[in-house]
């Protein structure tokens, strides 16, 4: 199964077309949105396209293939207007063994883990932050960054997760990392830096 994670769109028109072009092109079978679909919120600044109704009505189209997680700035009144699932605050994705645990990241996150063990995966967004790393207790942490409001000098991106690889690219398809489950490399050893 090829799923293509992504985060934080903030209500950009621009940038959720280009997410859903690159959907379309990986011919991945699940979009999972890592929250904070439709506003900006109160600490960032409009991002290009700001067109709620665009991307309500681009997401909907791709319904039947999404799965999501609720971020801050998802409330009731988002999930009103789309036909897919929102308000849940966590999604779990078994994978040999090992458990992909798939939130926002502003209830839990890598300074206030979940309950889980040496080899899972905590995967959320919210900093904005492409990150990949392995934490002390040995959990593996990543953040595909953010769809329309990058952060920390990061581009605007998604991760595509299949056969146990996590690969990082930027809104032109280009790809700028990965990390394999099955082989752990030094680039998930704990300084936090894709390579």
């Known amino acids: 199964m090829k799923i293509l994670i992504a985060s934080d769109i903030h209500g950009s028109s621009y940038h959720c077309k280009r997410l859903i072009e690159r959907y379309n092109e990986t011919k991945a079978d699940r979009l999972i949105l890592l929250g904070d679909i439709l506003y900006h919120g109160p600490r960032n600044d409009l991002p290009l396209g700001y067109d709620t109704q665009k991307v309500i009505d681009m997401l909907n189209a ?3 293939g999404i799965l999501s997680v609720r971020g801050n700035c998802d409330s009731e009144v988002d999930q009103m ?16 063994g090992r458990t ?5 990241g502003h209830l839990f996150n890598k300074d206030k883990l979940p309950p889980l063990k040496k080899g899972d995966v905590l995967i959320h967004g919210h900093t904005h932050v492409v990150a990949c ?10 953040n595909p960054g953010s769809v329309s409001i990058p952060k920390g000098g990061t581009s605007y991106g998604y991760m595509i997760f299949e056969d146990g690889k996590f690969t990082r690219y930027n809104l032109d398809g280009v790809s700028e990392f990965e990390f394999d489950l099955n082989e752990p490399s030094e680039a998930a050893e704990g ?5």
């Open 62 to 64: 791709v319904e039947p």
């Open 81 to 96: 207007v789309l036909k897919f699932p929102i308000m849940a605050d966590y999604t779990l994705i078994p994978y040999k």
């Open 100 to 104: 992909l645990f798939l939130t926002h």
């Open 191 to 195: 300084d936090g830096t894709p390579s």
């Open 133 to 142: 790393e392995t934490l002390p207790d040995g959990v593996i942490y990543i």
